[in-house]
């Protein structure tokens, strides 16, 4: 079964709307980590936000929100006010197990179009 | 700049060969993982080492392997390299001793591979 479920290969959104981005986990460890990256065209992957499973309150980082529901094991990105440097691939990721040093499994990953 | 430093950029190769990638995590971090991006498999961990010792497996070749040096830097070792192997492989680290909750692992810039 896959781990990281993303099943929007693509999506567009206008320039200053949200955006939202769908993440879907399977895990049978009650302890483990979200994150969400970025990866432009360039290449770089770039850390954007994490969600705790432990954590009571979604993380938010600037115009990124994390759309945490453990029941549904989902955990969506949320972008506010679009821009167009947003435009790239966005990858979700998980990591199980307590500890911070335990390697990430990723999804097939989004790419975010915007649209000026 | 994530801190993380990866060389060569790029590697162009012929098939059989072996190659060397190289990665100096970010100053201070004792953990490094090794990711590998392609077309068809997406984005899947390799292995990781902590403090200089093998932390963990994933879908890592046996014609691949890798090192962690007393200084912190790792190299990933690619032999009798196959057309299939051409990819972006990441390095990231991770675990700092100076955090309280050292949870973000921050990817380098990749080494391109292409296998020719």
């Known amino acids: 079964a896959q781990k990281i479920t993303q099943t929007q290969p693509g999506m567009f959104v206008q320039e200053k709307e949200a955006v939202t981005l769908d993440c879907t986990y399977d895990?049978?460890?009650?302890?483990?980590?979200l994150f969400w990256y970025k990866q432009p065209s360039s290449g770089e992957m770039i850390f954007l936000i994490y969600?705790?499973?432990?954590?009571?309150q979604n993380a938010t980082e600037g115009r990124y929100s994390l759309n945490f529901q453990k029941a549904r094991k989902s955990a969506n990105l949320v972008i506010s006010a679009s821009q167009l440097g947003d435009s790239a691939m966005y990858f979700c990721?998980?990591?199980?197990?307590?500890?911070?040093?335990?390697?990430?499994?990723f999804g097939s990953g989004t790419q975010l179009t915007v649209l000026p | 700049d994530s801190g993380v430093t990866q060389t060569p950029k790029h590697l162009i190769t012929a098939t059989g060969q072996r190659v060397t990638l190289r990665c100096s995590p970010r100053?201070?971090?004792?953990?490094v993982y090794w990711y590998q991006q392609s077309l068809d498999q997406g984005l899947q961990f390799l292995i990781q080492?902590?403090?200089?010792?093998?932390?963990a497996k994933g879908n890592i070749l046996e014609r691949f392997s890798a090192q962690q040096f007393p200084d912190l830097h790792s190299e990933l070792n690619l032999s009798s390299l196959e057309l299939g192997d051409s990819a972006l492989y990441f390095c990231?680290?991770?675990?700092?001793?100076?955090?309280?909750?050292?949870?973000?692992?921050?990817f380098g810039p990749g080494t391109r591979l292409t296998v020719t």
């Open positions: 990231a680290s991770s675990a700092r001793t100076d955090r309280v909750t050292p949870y973000e692992q921050y």
């Open positions: 895990t049978s460890d009650p302890s483990y980590g």
């Open positions: 969600q705790g499973s432990y954590d009571q």
């Open positions: 990721a998980m990591r199980e197990g307590a500890g911070s040093a335990r390697q990430l499994t």
């Open positions: 100053s201070g971090d004792l953990s």
């Open positions: 080492y902590y403090n200089g010792e093998e932390r």
